[in-house]
């Protein structure tokens, strides 16, 4: 896929940057099925990236090796070791593999890779759509938006399906505290209903409440429910390159 913050990175990208290694510092559960994992390189240090980027992950199965992208998910101004934030999937051996890992251990990989980015605070509102372990990429973006005291607005509209899968809570509704003009809204809804009534939040506040249009999305999640989203925006009149999505 070609167009920004549309991406196919397990395809492509690790032929790009050197393989790299690196040890697993800290490991944390945020709840049964997702982990955070804090990674130092060896031998180097992690190539610049920005907020947004992910690493490909080599995970050697006996089946055969497979690579998996996951997002950083601690900010570039906080160095090494960065932070990678994922969840059990079923049937996901990839993932079942990190799930394994201890601390001590190493892994391979190439990176950081990424369309899916926001390198500078936006000159535009800005709003953020992410469920569940999606909110990873858009952790640091937020922070690099909120980085001044003084900008635009920035919204944050997080859904996952349990309480316990809204990840880095505390931190945003700090956050929300600090920079009057960040709004952080969570939401708790079923799994099978999530991205429709994402949508139907996004469409009485962003789409019906004014003609406005120059706004910037970033939306990331599992499934078509991204690309639903993004493609009700964009009918809405938004510009294309206004609603930037990453779907895993
Ligand atoms: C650019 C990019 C960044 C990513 N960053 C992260 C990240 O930071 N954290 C993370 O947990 N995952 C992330 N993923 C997904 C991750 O790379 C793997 O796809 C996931 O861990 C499952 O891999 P697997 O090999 O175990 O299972 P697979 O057999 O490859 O996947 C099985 C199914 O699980 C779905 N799936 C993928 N991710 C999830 C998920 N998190 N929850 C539920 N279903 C999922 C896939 O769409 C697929 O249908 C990212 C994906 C992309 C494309």
Redesign the pocket.
């Known amino acids: 896929m070609t167009e920004p913050g549309n991406?196919a990175?397990?395809a492509s990208a690790p032929e790009r940057r050197p393989a790299l290694r690196a040890r697993i510092e800290r490991v944390h559960d945020h709840c049964a099925d997702t982990r955070s994992l804090w990674l130092r390189t060896i031998g180097g240090a992690l190539p610049r990236f920005s907020p947004g980027m992910?690493i490909s992950v080599a995970?050697p199965l006996a089946e055969g090796a497979?690579v998996?992208?996951?997002?950083i998910?601690s900010s570039a101004e906080d160095g090494e070791p960065f932070e990678?934030?994922?969840?059990r999937?079923?049937?996901?051996?990839?993932?079942?593999w990190?799930f394994e890992r201890e601390t001590g251990d190493e892994l391979d990989f190439t990176g950081p890779f990424?369309a899916?980015t926001l390198d500078r605070a936006p000159e535009a509102e800005t709003i953020f759509i992410a469920e569940?372990?999606?909110v990873?990429?858009i952790r640091p973006m937020a922070h690099r938006a909120l980085a001044e005291r003084d900008g635009v607005p920035i919204h944050l509209i997080y859904a996952a399906d349990r309480a316990e899968h809204l990840l880095y809570r505390d931190e945003f509704e700090r956050l929300a505290r600090e920079r009057p003009r960040f709004r952080f809204a969570p939401h708790v809804i079923p799994a099978d209903s999530l991205w429709s009534d994402l949508g139907r939040i996004v469409q009485r506040r962003w789409l019906d409440a004014d003609a406005v249009r120059v706004r910037n999305f970033y939306i990331c999640g599992?499934?078509k429910g991204v690309l639903a989203l993004r493609d009700r925006l964009r009918a809405g009149g938004y510009e294309r390159r206004s609603v930037r999505y990453?779907?895993?």
């Open positions: 991406l990175p397990q992910f995970i497979r998996r992208p996951y997002s998910a990678i934030c994922f969840n999937v079923p049937n996901g051996a990839g993932v079942a990190l990424g899916f569940g372990t999606g990873a990429p599992v499934g990453e779907q895993w």
